[in-house]
């Protein structure tokens, strides 16, 4: 290891605390907005400001390209992307960011059961223990029956079987694309989903947003800026330190998520929510972490893209 190293796998840490922050915010804000936006709106302003900022990113770029060498993959991997975001928006409006973040947390053990049932790849005793375990957090975070989340638990867990659907494609095609165009048609893919989405939706989106006080603006468009920082700075991060290395530090999004949710709505987690959360955030990351070393030992090396535990 050089002497620059450490502080390269410093930065990309400080980079992916900070994307795990964004997204934190970026789902209070939802949760905010969600009280006077439709999803369609929330989801069209969110990936259409995406598309504009990797438009103009990439347009500046010497180095960088709209061309994707499979674009069938980005329109697939944008549309289960979308989907992910539009049950989480929808999530978001009927239940707490906490319980909402971890949720959307079992992505990586979620990814397991995709990959045995869809790739049918070989998966070990402990890997399906995690499984196990972290279903078991996910029940204590909801307790079936005691009236905290209800029926409203089933859309999380619906973006979190699309987005681990999403991981498992990701992981075999992102290797051979440039991340940064990939995150481009991320937010093209998702914007050409909900347009026709905002279109056919009752309320007209234009009379809408000019009703809209500045204040409720204001928080739609840091819907979009957080979540395209998010990825942006995930793209970062992986460029600083590799992936075994970040994926745990991903799991500080429980944390900030229970912060700002009570910081804005007053809404704290209680002691079962706690220790559920804690229950996926181990199980989690150490499934995040087993799926990176299973593809450094396939020697495909492993992207931003791939990196992401949640849909956002």
């Known amino acids: 290891m050089s002497p620059a190293e450490p502080r390269h796998h ?12 964004c997204f934190a915010t970026m789902d209070t804000t939802v949760r905010y907005v969600g009280a006077h936006f439709s999803v369609a709106l929330v989801l069209w302003a969110r990936y259409g400001l995406h598309a504009s900022i990797m438009t103009l990113w990439i347009a500046l770029s010497r180095q960088r390209s709209f061309r994707s060498a499979n674009p069938m993959f980005q329109i697939a991997r944008g549309a289960l992307l979308a989907f992910s975001s539009a049950m989480a928006f929808a999530a978001l409006r009927r239940m707490p960011v906490a319980e909402f973040t971890a949720i959307v947390m079992l992505t990586p053990v979620v990814a397991t059961v995709v990959a045995r049932l869809w790739l049918k790849e070989q998966v070990s005793r402990l890997r399906w223990a995690l499984v196990v375990g972290g279903f078991l957090g996910a029940l204590i975070v909801v307790r079936p029956g005691s009236g905290l989340v209800g029926w409203a638990a089933l859309l999380p867990l619906a973006a979190t079987f699309s987005n681990a659907a999403f991981q498992s494609m990701t992981s075999r095609y992102a290797p051979h694309e440039d991340p940064f165009t990939t995150n481009f048609y991320t937010g093209a893919t998702g914007v050409t989903i909900a347009t026709p989405l905002l279109l056919a939706s009752v309320a007209d989106p234009v009379d809408t947003l000019l009703a809209a ?26 460029g600083k330190a590799p992936a075994s290395t970040l994926m745990p530090f991903q799991y500080v999004q429980l944390a900030a998520a229970a912060l700002a949710g009570y910081l804005v709505f007053g809404l704290a987690p209680d002691g079962w929510s706690w220790l559920g959360m804690a229950i996926i955030g181990v199980c989690g990351a150490a499934s995040a972490w087993l799926n990176v070393r299973a593809a450094a030992e396939r020697h495909r090396p492993v992207s931003a893209v791939q990196a992401d535990t949640v849909a956002e």
């Open 213 to 238: 006080p500045a204040v409720q603006i204001g928080a739609l468009l840091a819907v979009a800026i957080l979540g395209t920082a998010g990825h942006l700075l995930l793209i970062l991060a992986l």
């Open 10 to 21: 410093l930065l990309g840490i400080a980079f992916v605390i900070g994307a795990a922050s």
